[in-house]
């Protein structure tokens, strides 16, 4: 048995977040009564939705800057940023979950995350030539 790559498993690791923010937000559709398709409810409900779409948000724009460093630039770097991104994600959304105002934290350590991905992938790209 090999070990998979590590930048697959920053991957998997994303996804997974991913889904579980999905499955918070059916566990809250069921103890609320908010079935589909609302989307609005009482607000625990409605932080759990927030919560999944702006994690659905960042993985739009984490998971190619993501692979573009990892190949282009430095794999070790780009997995530790994207273990660092996943944290942040967890972060947010139980910051989030237990009152708005805690969700910065979570937030900007995802952010900045992201953003030292896309530097790196800048820079990877015009290296390469």
Known sequence: MTIPALPAVVTLA?????????MAVG?????????????????E????????????????????????????????WAC????????GRIAYGVGYRQAPGKRGPGFGISFLSSIALLVMAIVGVFSQG
Not at 27 to 43: D, F, I, L, N, Y
């Open 27 to 43: 566990q809250a559709r069921v103890q609320h009564k908010v079935m589909p398709p609302a989307s609005s409810g009482p607000e």
């Open 45 to 76: 409900f409605e932080r759990a939705l927030r919560v999944q779409q702006n994690t659905l948000e960042q993985l739009v724009f984490f998971l190619p800057t993501f692979w573009l460093a990892a190949l282009l630039g430095s794999e070790t």
């Open 14 to 22: 994303a996804l997974i977040t991913y889904q579980g923010t999905a």
């Open 80 to 87: 530790l940023l994207g273990f660092l991104w996943v944290g």
